[in-house]
């Protein structure tokens, strides 16, 4: 009882963080199951059940507070569900752990570059109502992203959502929405072909029900709080994560000196908590500018 309850804490931290910042349900739950000593494929196969009803639940709330631009779901989910499926089936055996670390550099670079665009750059007469993806742009997008995640546990949204913050005048709201709602058909296609390869007896309904309990929650608590954050400070929340996320990869990939791990992830949290601080007070003297505009205009 006490695991499947922490269990359950796990999908609900996990939902939030997914559901809020539109990456890390996958990476976060896969990770913590890892520890328990559940085997990677189990985990995965585990995590992606789970996520056939908490991207449901996350995707409606989501549609139902307007953080969703439909035809950008519609166009990233038929080959971001080819590239889950395969990865799931054929491809699962494949080094993914050789890759990893260069797809975690070029998202490390996007989350620099989307951190301090919207930090120093952003205004918000340039964003947009909707997301502006052609089939060309869409197809390799939904792929890659779509066989990153059925293979690591995790790689729709930590993909998907930087390289479509990445570009100019995105919605921060609408990306996440449509990221987290579009997960819903990537997990049904990575489910499926998990139960192919692995079959319905390997997985433990008892930790997948705890999962999916704890994301049901989260979810519309995650959506809400996407609607109520300034695009802005959204932007650089997403950023900061996106980093913090893809460091850990390469500092274990390619550093051996396992000492200095802390510091680095403390010296990349404390620039991102600067970061945050710096929006927060720059929306609070923005805010401030107006009131003081619309007093005068009354006076």
């Given amino acids: 009882m ?3 309850l922490i269990f359950a804490f796990i999908g609900l931290l996990a939902q939030l963080i997914d559901g809020a910042l539109g990456m890390a349900y996958g990476v976060t739950s896969t990770t913590l199951l890892l520890t328990f000593g559940i085997a990677p494929a189990v985990a995965s196969a585990s995590v992606h059940l789970a996520e056939v009803v908490t ?52 998202l490390l670079l996007l989350g620099i570059y989307v951190l301090t665009r919207f930090l120093f750059k952003f205004r ?18 939904g792929l890659i992203a779509g066989f990153a995640d059925a293979t690591g546990g995790g790689g729709w949204g930590p993909i998907a959502t930087p390289v479509l913050l990445s570009r100019k005048g995105m919605s921060a709201r609408k990306v996440v929405g449509t990221v987290d709602t579009s997960e ?14 692995l079959g319905w007896e390997e997985v ?51 550093i051996e000196n396992d000492v200095i791990y802390p510091y680095i992830y403390i010296g990349i949290a404390l620039i991102w908590i600067v970061a945050i ?7 609070g003297a923005y805010k401030n500018l ?10």
């Fill in 184 to 197: 819903f058909a990537i997990a049904v296609s990575a489910t499926i072909g998990f139960l192919i390869s």
């Fill in 124 to 141: 918000t007469s340039e964003e947009k109502r909707g997301i502006e993806l052609t089939r060309k742009q869409s197809i390799p997008l």
């Fill in 55 to 106: 991207t449901a639940a996350s995707g409606a709330s989501h549609i139902k507070f307007g953080n969703v631009d439909k035809q950008a779901v519609f166009r990233l989910i038929i080959p971001g569900s080819i590239g889950a499926f395969l990865g799931a089936t054929f491809l699962s055996n494949l080094p993914g752990d050789l890759v990893k670390p260069y797809i975690s550099l070029f």
């Fill in 2 to 4: 006490k695991k499947l």
């Fill in 204 to 254: 433990n309904w008892l930790w997948v029900g705890a999962l999916m309990i704890g994301g049901i929650i989260a979810a519309p608590i995650a959506a809400w709080l996407v609607q109520k954050v300034p695009a802005q400070l959204m932007g650089v929340l997403v950023g900061g994560f996106i980093i913090l996320v893809n460091a850990r990869t390469i500092v274990h990939t390619w």
């Fill in 290 to 299: 107006n009131k003081a505009e619309d007093k005068s205009l009354a006076d």
């Fill in 277 to 283: 601080s710096y929006t927060i007070s720059k929306l």
